[in-house]
């Protein structure tokens, strides 16, 4: 069987969803300059970060209808990410 390289590899134990999440947390208004934690929802592929940015804290720039841009550091690097909104959390809520 040939290696796999796709962008979901070794992710069974990353991507596990402990609990579900309701319709609530869609409904969350984001503005620009707000801190933001990107916590990946496997449930819903469309628009899901790469898994390595599972875990930040970013700061939004911008918001769409679906999904906001976010500025996260990684390393010395800002790094702009776009992620529809249920890939993120804001950073006083869970």
Same mark, same amino acid.
């Given at each position: ?6 962008? +979901? +590899?070794r992710? +069974? ?21 707000d801190?933001?934690? =990107?916590? =990946? ?8 970060p790469?898994? +390595? ?7 939004? /720039?911008?918001v769409?209808?679906?999904a906001? /841009?976010?500025?996260?550091?990684v390393g ?5 990410? =776009? ?7 804001k950073?006083?809520?869970t």
């Amino acid at each position: 069987m040939p290696k796999s390289h796709g962008i +979901r +590899r070794r992710t +069974r134990s990353l991507l596990r969803s402990s609990t579900k999440k309701g319709l609530s947390s869609l409904l969350v208004e984001y503005s620009p300059n707000d801190k933001v934690v =990107i916590k =990946i929802d496997p449930t819903q592929v469309k628009g899901m970060p790469h898994r +390595r940015f599972n875990g930040l804290v970013g700061t939004v /720039t911008e918001v769409g209808r679906r999904a906001v /841009t976010v500025d996260v550091m990684v390393g010395d690097k800002v790094k702009k990410l =776009i992620a529809r909104k249920e890939h993120v959390v804001k950073m006083g809520g869970t």
